[in-house]
């Protein structure tokens, strides 16, 4: 094949690493790709992030040839989206990521590139080796990639394995079997994935068997405490059975910190919106924030659960986006929403009020008891005032503890000290 000399210019929109890799692809022979890394290795050296899109798959090849030769520690994230992949692109940059030149990574983000099997088993493969323990954000596949049984459970051994014990972000989608989606449910139930804040299965296939295990999980497992955003949209085998069940997790404690929840585009009903005012109006979900259900059959019946919800419980301030019946309840909900914001804020403003006062009175009886020590003798040092601070016990034991360091003055300094302390620990002892 002819070779140009031209640099690559930036006619199509591509950022520079992108035009590089296409570049170097288009326009020499394979044993030659080789000799031209040095100005690919130069912009990987001077990113932390970096993002492939729209090049073709000899152009991911090329990438990952370069990393399996050259170690970049210092980048970060890694994003591979809408690339026309076949195997051997996809094969060698994964073959980079397990050989461990990648020792930084933080994200990996592959979508939208029509993956398979093939494609989803030679990541898991890649995560599987253990070199990507830093990885904190995982996001694979999309309604435009399509995942078997094989591909989940390739997965699912990766979760289960114990190799990325710092993954926080975890979104796998467009699994068609729900065989792989118990795998990957009884992986995160085995608990060697600690500290999970958002989990994304958007277009799975999950049936009942599937929640059931989803829902175990995120109940007893304290690695789910921390949880914000659990996403379940668009998989429509999903329907008022499957809700109901998943409600039973989001009862638990565990749920406490959920922030956004997403259950739209199921076939969920009437009995499965039900189920949702029921445990919002209880006061479950108290930190959740973002409720989307659009795309579900919310009927009048269970439109007015949910405003009553918002009327019982004046601590939920859920934005709720859903199909409503008519716009008298979109209405009715937003001014309920709104009015239960204020009630809190001004709760909040209280409460802090109510705070600052007691801050207040303490640091003032403090500062007397001093002022009268001071009078008495010399000045304490930084070392007495910090412990008095630190133990913020009442006006009344202060005394007894000033009262003690008077009789101790003429002692060493580390006596008195000692005396302070073990009057502290007394002091808090009587009240635990």
């Not at 073709?56 to 980048?75: E, K, T």
């Not at 600690?194 to 009942?208: E, P, V």
């Not at 295990?213 to 921390?226: I, N, T």
Request: aromatic residues 6%.
């Amino acid at each position: 094949m002819a070779s140009s000399s031209k640099s690559p210019s930036n006619t199509d929109g591509k950022n520079e690493l992108c035009q590089l890799l296409q570049w170097t692809a288009d326009n020499y022979s394979k044993n030659a790709k080789l000799g031209f890394q040095a100005p690919i290795i130069q912009e990987l050296e001077r990113q932390t992030c970096i993002r492939i899109s729209h090049i073709a798959d000899d152009g991911l090849a090329i990438l990952g040839r370069v990393l399996q030769q050259h170690a970049c520690p210092n980048l970060k994230s890694v994003v591979i989206i809408e690339c026309r992949l076949e195997k051997m692109g996809i094969v060698e940059f994964c073959r980079a990521l397990a050989v461990g030149n990648l020792s930084g990574l933080e994200a990996l983000s592959v979508q939208d590139n029509r993956m398979g099997d093939m494609e989803l088993i030679a990541i898991a493969g890649a995560l599987g080796s253990g070199k990507c323990f830093t990885l904190k954000r995982l996001y694979l596949g999309s309604d435009r990639d399509i995942f078997q049984t094989e591909g989940a459970q390739s997965m699912a051994e990766v979760l289960e394995s114990g190799h990325l014990p710092l993954l926080e972000d975890l979104s796998v989608r467009g699994v068609e079997e729900e065989d792989g989606m118990l795998a990957i449910f009884r992986a995160l139930e085995a608990r060697k994935v600690a500290g999970l804040k958002s989990l994304d299965f958007q277009g799975c296939a999950i049936r009942l068997g599937a929640v059931s295990v989803l829902a175990r999980a995120l109940q007893f497992s304290p690695h789910f405490c921390g949880l914000i955003k659990l996403d379940l949209s668009g998989c429509r085998t999903m329907g008022d059975d499957e809700v109901i069940a998943l409600s039973q997790a989001l009862r638990s404690r565990n749920m406490v910190h959920l922030w956004c929840l997403g259950l739209a585009n199921l076939t969920m009903g009437e009995r499965g919106f039900l189920e949702i005012a029921s445990l919002l109006k209880a006061g479950h979900l108290p930190g959740l924030q973002y409720l989307y259900a659009t795309d579900c059959d919310n009927t009048e019946t269970s439109a007015r659960a949910l405003i009553e919800a918002y009327c019982e419980n004046t601590s939920l301030v859920v934005d709720m986006t859903v199909d409503w019946p008519s716009w008298t309840f979109h209405n009715d909900a937003h001014d309920l929403m709104v009015r239960n914001e204020a009630l809190l804020e001004q709760q909040h403003t209280i409460a802090c009020g109510k705070d600052l006062h007691r801050a207040r009175d303490r640091d003032r009886s403090v500062d007397t008891s001093l002022v009268e020590f001071d009078e008495h003798r010399s000045r304490p040092s930084s070392s007495v005032l910090f412990l008095i601070k630190k133990f913020r016990v009442s006006r009344w034991k202060i005394s007894q503890m000033l009262s003690s360091i008077k009789k101790c003055l003429g002692r060493k300094r580390s006596k008195i000290l000692f005396r302070i302390a073990s009057l502290s620990s007394r002091t808090r002892n009587r009240k635990t």
